[in-house]
DNA sequence: CTGAAAGCGCTTACAG
DNA sequence: CTGAAAGCGCTTACAG
């Protein structure tokens, strides 16, 4: 692979010309330059990003760590974040934390020996001491959809207590009355968020959340088929069974099929998340809405923000209720 | 950030030697490795991966290039691309070619800029100019899932014409005889051999394939949604519509429901990608399923092999068909 | 067993 | 407007 050394031969001039015509330096005389440009085109030169790494101290390379690549919340996030990167300049760098808190420490590390420019993380647990330190080691860093509290890192969400609310007040009007959660890890933001915004939605339509309606879950299909199971043997069992994310939506009505038992006659769902084929499911899933993809790319602008020396806010976007025929809606409302 | 010579002289040494306790080379005295290793806990050394790959040449990254993030078959493949070349010491990035070539050959340079050893990529077309002076340059190599002909390249893929007379054979015996496909671009090896498949298991059974009922999608759910209504438009409709990826038969769902038709009752539906939602469809659709995680797994093996200077043979694996209710199917064979 | 030195491919102050 | 030189943080052949 030719190196600046063989352009510089190649057109007569020095290395340093190279480099200002490469990075559109101002003082290199128009002859100079075209002569420069032909030898870069007839050797094929492309500058080596690695020593132009080494030698700026910058990458231009963002991280992005996320909870679960398989989730399409979580693919379309990585899909407007790399959007939103290229489109500033920057290429971006994905680490799959599989909802593993030792692999997120393992990309986070990984991409930190890079030395990428900055830091998009969606925790899956509170806070390792390792993703601490990076919080605090002066890395630029910006959370995105989860949060970690106590360090001083921007934070871009969804705040989804407003649709939430229009769920339950939804399930209300339609007259259901024993309403259970499947809520994520207790040590994510999200997690605990969801399951305290429809408590109190609850309270204000006058209903309660009684223990054995809240059923502990990770974000994974698996774990929303064993809660629905659960859910399903008491004496009583629920109304409906609102999932706070799109794979245990998945895994309750495995659930619910393998019983025998009909979505909503026998028990309605809802879930956190939209995605495509909500649409397409028997019945269509009534769901809440995130604005994933300006999520993506405010976290992003942030970031860059940050990296380039500027200061960064967070920010707090909204979800909104979609509803479709999965809670006993007669057809009528599409998405 | 502390470098090695904050290392070496915490610990008084020199860099030489702090460089080779870090890379486990033998000959450093028990003593001389404990002192170094204190120094490097103590200030939370770091090596520099960018310092280091330019050094010596190699980056322990891998580059994988997609057509679309978004399309759980891809998602799916770069996930097992990541963990495999994890399992082996080697870093991913993913470029996201949304199915454009511009955007494919960014990536590609962009990768190759940054060194990458090794490239892996299912390409969105034929092969650009680029593309194929990346294929010739030494670069080592290997494509997966879809292929580029004329140049010496490995290629990690399935045989889906086993599964497509598979499927054409179900068809036939469920008394379907007016069969249409949704192909994918032309430009594709994918787009292509699914159709030829497809005609192939026809003629075997005695069934010809019209024009009329060969659509040409891009493996996006539009594509399949348009080229269904022109189906769904004809004097005489298809009795199944073949879609060949998981996007477009979704597309083409939509489609179907938006004229207030059934599945499989007006017309029957089946897709090349199983996924996992497929169950959850109203009704389940029948898919031929690929061996996706070690398709992954096969080409990151192929690749690291070249990339480690051992040759590489390519791997053809085969798909295999799952049934479900889409063609008519009365309940029974899940998958 | 350890150190001094060269060099990977760039960029950029410093001279001229 | 251009070049010579230093230096980014490492690794590694060469001495000793």
Redesign the interface.
């Known amino acids: 692979?030719a190196s600046i050394k063989d352009v510089a031969h190649h057109a007569g001039v020095s290395v340093a010309t190279v480099s200002r015509v490469l990075n559109d330096h101002p003082s290199v005389r128009a002859d100079t330059r075209d002569r420069v440009l032909s030898a870069v085109a007839e050797l094929?030169y492309?500058?080596?990003?690695?020593?132009r790494?080494?030698r700026t101290d910058q990458?231009r390379t963002l991280g992005l760590v996320i909870s679960d690549?398989?989730n399409?919340f979580f693919?379309?996030l990585?899909?407007s974040v790399?959007d939103e990167a290229?489109a500033l300049g920057y290429?971006v760098?994905?680490g799959?934390a599989d909802e593993r808190p030792d692999l997120q420490d393992?990309h986070v590390?990984?991409l930190?020996?890079?030395?990428i420019d900055g830091l998009l993380v969606s925790p899956t647990d509170g806070g390792s001491p390792l993703m601490l330190?990076a919080a605090r080691?002066g890395t630029p860093m910006v959370f995105v959809d989860r949060w970690i509290g106590g360090v001083d890192v921007p934070v871009v969400r969804t705040d989804g207590r407003g649709a939430v609310r229009d769920l339950v007040a939804h399930l209300h009007a339609l007259g259901h009355r024993r309403l259970a959660i499947i809520s994520g890890p207790a040590a994510t933001t999200t997690g605990r968020e969801r399951v305290q915004a429809f408590r109190s939605a609850l309270a204000e339509f006058g209903m309660a959340l009684p223990a054995d309606h809240m059923g502990q879950g990770d974000f994974q299909?698996d774990s929303g088929r064993r809660v629905t199971a659960r859910f399903l043997d008491l004496p009583e069992p629920p109304d409906v069974i609102f999932a706070t994310d799109n794979l245990m939506v998945?895994g309750a009505?495995?659930e619910i099929r393998a019983r025998g038992l009909r979505v909503p006659d026998d028990v309605a769902l809802a879930a956190f998340d939209d995605v495509?084929?909500f649409?397409?499911?028997?019945?269509p899933i009534t769901a809440i809405a995130q604005p994933t993809g300006e999520l993506g790319r405010a976290a992003v602008r942030a970031l860059i923000d940050l990296v380039e020396g500027r200061t960064a806010e967070s920010v707090i976007l909204s979800a909104r209720l979609v509803t479709r025929r999965s809670c006993g809606e007669p057809e009528g409302s599409k998405p």
């Open positions: 692979m094929g492309r500058p080596n990003a690695v020593a790494s080494l990458t690549v398989l399409p693919t379309e990585a899909r790399e290229r290429s760098i994905i799959n393992h590390r990984s930190m020996d890079r030395r330190d080691s299909a998945l009505m495995d495509p084929w649409v397409h499911t028997d019945p």
